[in-house]
């Protein structure tokens, strides 16, 4: 039991590494992956820390499940009570190691309902550990999505855009983002169109004025019926 594990790390009988090596098998093999990425070698200050990393993120994954269970609550209470899609608007994981985005999806999938679909676009904390390509195999091969993805949702269409160098948006994602709101206004241009990017656009929600980015905002300002969602800041909303 994790109780008697942590009664014998305070005692001094076991180490950080015996802690992990008693835990459990999975614990063992994350451990050896989590060295393996961050470039660490086996011992006692690396299993120290992959216990922190543990500690954190656990807590980080229940919040996320307890958003997601708060969201399928609110849902069953209306009319229409089919929760339809989960955007995540990038930095889903501290350093984009295979461990963290697996743990992220387990998350999302022990806790969506069967019918709710989900989208995540990427940011810089998930090309932090090897680098923006590496990440980019690593969501294809875990999530088997594309980074960039354009959905119609009960006839709505849902735009979703992961950043370059860090939290920008270069000319080659530019045109993609100017390409498929002209689809979407198109289709229907009296329909609101929800558009999802990590950092904010310059000028629109508090704390943009610090995080913000302007490299999308004279695209987006041709299309008045766009609903925008982002994160990257750290300031409050209410």
Request: proline share 4%.
């Amino acid at each position: 039991p994790e109780d008697e594990l942590i009664a014998k790390l305070e005692s001094g009988e076991f180490t950080w590494l015996d802690y992990v090596n008693h835990f459990s098998e999975e614990w063992q093999n994350e451990y050896q992956e989590y060295c393996e990425e961050n470039n660490l070698t086996i011992g006692e200050a690396s299993a120290k820390e992959f216990v922190h990393y543990k500690d954190e993120h656990t807590v980080e994954r229940d919040r996320m499940a307890c958003a997601i269970k708060t969201a399928n609550a609110l849902s069953e209470k209306e009319s229409y009570d089919k929760l339809d899609a989960l955007y995540v608007v990038g930095d889903f994981s501290n350093s984009g190691t295979r461990p963290q985005m697996e743990a992220f999806k387990a998350t999302l999938e022990g806790n969506l309902k069967p019918g709710t679909d989900y989208t995540l676009s990427l940011a810089s904390h998930e090309f932090g550990s090897e680098g923006e390509q590496a990440a980019l195999d690593k969501f294809a091969e875990i999530f088997g999505q594309e980074p960039d993805s354009h959905k119609v949702i009960n006839g709505f269409h849902f735009i979703s855009v992961t950043c370059t160098n860090g939290c920008h948006f270069d000319e080659k994602k530019q045109a993609w983002v100017a390409k498929e709101l002209e689809i979407a206004a198109k289709d229907d241009p009296k329909r609101p169109i929800f558009f999802f990017q990590h950092p904010h656009i310059m000028g629109t929600v508090y704390g943009s004025a610090n995080w913000g980015e302007d490299e999308l905002t004279a695209i987006l300002m041709n299309y008045p019926q766009i609903i925008d969602f982002s994160g990257h800041s750290h300031a409050p909303i209410n």
